[in-house]
């Protein structure tokens, strides 16, 4: 069965950081770009970082620009977002995806499978 299961989410202060896993069961991630979205309360889901089979990232939300990072570990079949300095409007339920294709790309329409997502909650 084809997984991706999300963790590292959870309660923390405006400012700090937190990193968030995507971990791909019964298949390989190094052929496939994986993206990290995300859906606030009553609003829609919205791309935040994709990275490609290569590495290289894509960023889909100016606002994370300089904050959160994406990153890739094929060996241990996981993608990683890296957030820092967050603020209450990132408070949202994290997901990844992927298009099963190599690039990512710009019609998020075309990311098919996805993970259960992961809550990430900013507040004092």
């Known amino acids: 069965q084809l997984q991706l299961v999300e963790s590292g989410g959870g309660l923390v202060q405006p400012g700090k950081s937190l990193k968030l896993s995507c ?8 052929y496939y770009a994986i993206g990290w979205f ?7 889901r919205e791309g935040v970082f ?8 894509t960023n889909y939300d100016v606002s994370v620009k300089g904050r959160f990072a994406i990153s890739r570990d094929n060996a ?22 992927t298009p099963h294709r190599r690039n990512c790309p710009w019609d998020l ?7 259960q997502g992961t809550q990430v909650t900013v507040s004092s």
């Open 38 to 44: 995300r859906q606030a309360p009553g609003k829609e």
């Open 76 to 97: 241990k079949n996981t993608v990683y977002l890296q957030m820092n300095s967050l603020n209450p409007e990132d408070t949202a339920v994290y997901y990844c995806a």
């Open 50 to 57: 994709c990275i490609n089979n290569s590495g290289d990232d």
């Open 109 to 115: 329409a075309d990311f098919d499978s996805w993970g």
């Open 23 to 30: 971990t791909a069961s019964g298949f390989t991630l190094d």
